[in-house]
């Protein structure tokens, strides 16, 4: 089964961790909407939560590159929160794909960061994001995410600004 829907999880989305407990398409939605708190929240202890310890939990984005492992998912994560860098991100646009114990969220992420000057630059990044049912944890968790930005010379500041 699949959807398009415009999710909208940005800087109002809400930390729906207990939610991600229920067995459903509602249960990976709320691991997906509390994946956006965290994110524009800089809140770590909920990022991790939500992102699975799987040793083959994987990023593949343009600033981290390949990371794989939940444990170093969470310090790429940490890394770029600690860099001072501030994210006003938003997921829409999505195609979402549905199976028993899978969802994948294919769309896009709009906003911007705030950089070292305090100086609001434009994103837009091309991302899927992959939650599984983990029955060890009882909810569902990211077990993959890939991102890709268009603009080589965006994608050029992203790096510098987060890479600090």
Do not use: C, K
């Amino acid at each position: 089964m699949s959807d398009l829907v415009d999710y909208n999880f940005g800087p109002h989305s809400r930390n729906r961790l207990a939610e991600t407990s229920r067995r459903s398409a509602d249960g990976a939605i709320a691991a997906l909407e509390t994946f956006y708190y965290a994110l524009n929240h800089a809140d770590l202890d909920v990022l991790a939560e939500i992102w699975s310890d799987d040793d083959l939990a994987q990023v593949d984005n343009p600033v981290g590159g390949i990371v794989r492992s939940g444990r170093a998912v969470v310090d790429m994560y940490r890394h770029l929160f600690d860099s001072g860098v501030r994210l006003d991100i938003t997921f829409t646009d999505a195609a979402t794909y549905w199976s028993p114990d899978a969802a994948m969220f294919a769309g896009r992420e709009v906003g911007h960061y705030t950089n070292a000057e305090g100086e609001h630059v434009p994103l837009e990044f091309r991302t899927s994001r992959y939650f599984t049912w983990h029955p060890r944890h009882e909810r569902w968790r990211q077990l993959h995410h890939h991102g890709s930005m268009d603009d080589p010379s965006a994608l050029r500041d992203y790096q510098q600004a987060a890479l600090r």
